[in-house]
């Protein structure tokens, strides 16, 4: 079973914390930017919210991929579910489902227990991209992979020193209540280099707050998540 399959109620509303709402989502969707009638292919799309964005910023058509069939019952019961399509698959596993301008790809790769599994990933991926498409994915930061920030009731925990493919447990506090899970560590290096071997080119840059979060909450409430993010943004495009 998926591990979010346990925690999908209590998951599906991380998203509401300053962190995800005004930090992760904000930096990510604008990486992301224009996708007016573009086909787009959202994978890991859990509850479905970057996959609603996407139709939201007009996206002329939008899948949402994920393995947790708890997750996807919570996506389907929202409103817009009936302008998008939703997929029970395995990243990995699933292989060429459509051809699509835009692939995004939030908390994703970092879930690979190996490198065959992140190339396998990183295959599908490929597999499914237009000759111009981009690939944007949002992943735990490997820069700064035991970075404990209790003020936004996040903490990653793992031992030290972090080896290729160890285990991090992430928690994080939602309605008061602990919601953690695992990942797994990659250095940078390897993802760029899984990456290309795959046929994508790889650039990357860190999160950091929206305007509109600055000014909700104020600088020094953002100041721990700017000086050490934990999370990193990536755009990818076949070579």
């Known amino acids: 079973m998926p591990q979010y399959d346990a925690i999908a109620t209590l998951y599906a509303k991380i998203h509401r914390l300053p962190t995800f709402a005004y930090g992760f989502n904000a930096s990510f969707l604008k990486m992301v930017g224009d996708v007016k009638d573009k086909t787009a292919l959202d994978l890991a799309c859990g509850a479905g919210q970057v996959t609603f964005e996407l139709f939201e910023r007009g996206a002329a058509s939008v899948l949402g991929v994920d393995e947790s069939d708890e997750m996807l019952k919570i996506a389907r019961q929202d409103s817009r579910a009936t302008r998008v399509r ?34 396998r990933m990183c295959d599908d991926i490929v597999a499914n991209m ?16 035991l970075s404990k920030i209790a003020k936004y009731d996040d903490c990653i925990e793992a031992n030290e020193p972090l080896r290729e493919g160890d285990k991090l447990r992430i928690t994080h506090m939602v309605d008061g209540r602990p919601v953690w899970f695992e990942i797994y560590f990659w250095h940078l290096s390897t993802y760029e280099r899984v990456l290309f071997e ?3 080119n790889m650039d990357f840059t860190t999160v950091s707050p929206s305007e509109e979060g600055l000014r909700r909450y104020g600088y020094e409430f953002w100041r721990e998540f700017i000086m050490s993010p934990t999370a990193i943004m990536m755009r990818c495009i076949k070579r």
């Open 130 to 145: 237009a000759d111009d498409a981009v690939f944007y994915c949002i992943n735990s930061n490997p820069l700064s992979p």
């Open 86 to 119: 939703f997929l029970h698959a395995k990243v990995g596993e699933m292989g060429k489902i459509g051809t699509f301008d835009v692939i995004t790809g939030s908390w994703l790769l970092h879930y690979s227990a190996s490198k065959g599994e992140l190339r």
């Open 198 to 200: 795959a046929g994508l």
